[in-house]
């Protein structure tokens, strides 16, 4: 008789939250293509998640789905409402609807347009990292993780002054639907704040109509005004994805990025020492981190993965984190972090295919400055108590991490 023990993906179990890596091992190794009790298709190698998210017969669209896991889609309705119109952000989107609201937001972020943001994000950085030198501790989620990429997507939007802890609570509710199990108590949670940050949205928007400036919200209002290419649906919609992408990710790559350096000293002396590997850094910690877990896609034929059979209408989970360790792609240091490992840019961290995500090279951007700048100006930064992590299984990271700095 074989001892062969079912696997389950169950992100609930305790110590998941804290490290979800040797779950996704032993589903590498065991069950890669994975169906699991939510109703959900994962995939946990690296060559079976990249290839679906770059298949371009492959969907975003809710609409394609005629598998549900019908407990979940009761919990939805229950919470957003029966009639409930899904999101028409570019994300959960095909072409050519896709292609026609990247298109127009993409104008945003052209590599002149990110190199231009440089002296706003030092400047950022560095007024963070005076505070904490002054005051000689810091937690450094609320000090810098979190303000900077908020600030900077408010600055390209030219958002007006908000209040950061309100909005931030809204938006941390709001991405917990991203999570493959929800309570019934955040589903209702979410669909509040998701109402409230609309409102807001539906607010800030007409004030820019009154008040233009060279923005990025007043570009998009314009293209809605110049005709039928963008509803103010839409535009509601793709502002409140870039607000919401802009800083529930990034967060996660400066923040765990810092900490998991501190725990590697040998690696953080490397980068410390060497700024030319800033570049190449940032991405082994994209890999490493792995600041978004798993992206979706809705299949629209049966398909074959690994000898699975798929049906079409099915949800799979692309498993982004388990990915980017899988030892079949990176070898056996996979779960080491190496600043200067060649190749670490083929993470998919950011996706891959059409929606490859829109914001990488701002994100690149902002964790190399902060991360490259704190390692050097801080070269005896210590982690002073444990980690608290967010709790949430796709956007993970540390939501609390106190360090001293001298
Ligand atoms: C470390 C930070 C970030 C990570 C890890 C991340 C990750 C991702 C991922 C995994 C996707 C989906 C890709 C796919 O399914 O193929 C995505 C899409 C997207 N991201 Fe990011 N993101 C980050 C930062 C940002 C920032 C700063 C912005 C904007 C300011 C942004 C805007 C977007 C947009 C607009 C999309 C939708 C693209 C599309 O559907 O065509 N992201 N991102």
């Known amino acids: 008789m074989t001892d062969i023990q079912p696997v389950f993906f169950n992100p609930l179990e305790e110590g998941y939250a804290e490290s979800p890596w040797g779950h996704f091992d032993e589903l590498r190794r065991n069950e890669p293509v994975h169906f699991s009790l939510l109703g959900q298709w994962f995939l946990f190698r690296y060559d079976d998640v990249s290839a679906l998210l770059r298949d ?9 789905i005629t598998h549900h896991n019908e407990d979940r889609l009761a919990q939805f309705r229950a919470g957003f409402g029966e009639d409930a119109e899904p999101s028409t952000s570019m994300l959960g989107r095909d072409a050519p609807d896709h292609t026609r609201l990247r298109r127009l937001v ?8 990110i190199a231009a943001l440089r002296p706003v994000i030092e400047e ?23 303000p900077l990429p908020f600030d900077v997507i408010s600055v390209m939007l030219g958002m007006p002054e908000a209040d950061k802890d309100q909005v931030a609570a809204w938006s941390s509710a709001i991405v917990k639907t991203l999570d493959p199990i929800i309570s019934d108590e955040e589903i209702f949670a979410a669909a509040e704040a998701d109402e409230k940050m609309s409102s807001l949205l539906d607010e800030v928007i007409a004030w820019k109509r009154a008040n233009p400036a060279d923005d990025l919200l007043t570009a998009l209002i314009q293209a809605e005004e110049d005709g039928d290419r963008l509803s103010a649906r839409e535009l509601r919609d793709q502002v409140s994805l870039l607000f919401v992408a802009g800083h529930e990710t990034t967060v996660n790559l400066i923040g765990t990025g810092i900490y998991e350096l501190l725990r590697d000293p040998k690696q953080a002396k490397i980068l410390r020492d060497n700024p030319s590997l800033d570049v190449n850094a940032v991405d082994e910690l994209l890999r490493f ?13 049966d398909i074959n993965v690994d000898g699975y059979s798929i049906d079409k209408g099915s949800v799979v989970l692309t498993g982004l984190a388990s990915a980017n360790r899988d030892p079949a792609k990176w070898g056996d240091d996979a779960e080491r972090i190496d600043v200067q490992r060649t190749g670490t840019a083929q993470h998919v961290s950011f996706g891959s295919g059409s929606h490859y995500c829109l914001g990488s090279s701002l994100a690149r951007l902002e964790a190399q400055v902060a991360i490259g700048r704190f390692l050097r100006r801080f070269p005896d930064a210590k982690i002073v108590s444990e980690a608290e992590w967010n709790g949430r299984i796709n956007l993970r990271g540390v939501e609390r991490l106190e360090l001293s700095v001298h």
């Open 56 to 64: 371009p017969n492959q969907s975003v669209e809710d609409a394609n």
């Open 106 to 113: 993409s104008k945003a972020f052209t590599p002149a347009a």
């Open 124 to 146: 950022l950085v560095d007024e963070a990292l005076n505070t904490m030198d002054e005051r000689g501790t810091t937690e450094i989620v609320h000090d810098l993780a979190f």
């Open 289 to 301: 981190v792995s600041p978004v877990q798993f992206s979706r896609r809705i299949t629209t034929s």
